[in-house]
């Protein structure tokens, strides 16, 4: 299973994505588009990612114990749900208005619901192909939770667009030896057959 930085790997995923299929139009480069927080001040980009949730997702289950080599198991990877908020930056020196900003909303909500899965071998080559894709889907959070998010951060609250992105299976280092076999017993069972009386 994936390693600890598939968090920021699914991050980088995301942006890159957005940087490719953004510029020139409607955002001009992809130096324009970051990972970010709009907490951040004296930054100048015009589209901000923000992670601002982790959760382990209880409800998906995940194998008892993870096979390595022969002789090695590995405790199971604990599956996570990644939140994000994509935004715009309001204090970018693009002079962007609200057509402008609308423009950019719709462009990236375009995007996410046309590439909206990704591989964890795509983000981590070395892992195996079978794993489950990481979907990224629109976060059913009401407006009150959206404005929540940003009075944790000190800001008024502006449009942006809220994903999950899941399952994230991150790997556990913890390597269980198995017992070693030290007595063994064999027995022999040797089936009979029932002799019968003529008559």
């Known amino acids: 299973m994936a ?5 920021s790997d699914v991050s980088s995923f995301i942006v890159r994505t ?12 992809p130096n324009n588009i970051e990972i970010s927080s709009p907490a951040s001040q004296d930054v100048d980009y015009i589209v901000g990612l923000y992670l601002y949730d982790i959760k382990e997702e209880m409800q998906i289950s995940a194998p008892p114990m ?19 908020m994509v935004f715009i ?3 970018s020196q693009m002079g962007l208005k609200a057509p402008d900003i609308q423009k950019i909303v719709g462009r990236v ?15 981590q080559p070395w892992l195996d192909a079978s794993e489950p894709p990481i979907v990224l889907s629109q976060a059913k959070i009401a407006l009150e939770e959206k ?8 800001k008024p609250y502006e449009i942006s667009l809220f994903y999950k992105a899941a399952p994230v299976f991150l790997s556990s280092e913890i390597v269980v030896e198995p017992p070693r076999v ?3 017993s064999f027995g022999l069972d040797i089936m009979g057959k029932e002799g019968g009386s003529d008559r």
């Open 3 to 7: 390693d600890y930085t598939i968090i």
């Open 18 to 29: 957005l940087r490719e299929k953004m510029c020139p139009e409607p955002v001009p480069s």
């Open 66 to 84: 993870v096979e390595r080599g022969k002789i090695q198991l590995v405790k199971p990877p604990k599956p996570y749900s990644l939140y994000y």
């Open 89 to 91: 930056n309001g204090s």
């Open 109 to 123: 909500a375009q995007i996410v619901n046309d590439n909206s899965s990704v591989r964890p071998d795509q983000l």
């Open 147 to 154: 404005v929540r998010v940003w009075q944790a951060i000190n």
């Open 182 to 184: 030290s007595e063994a």
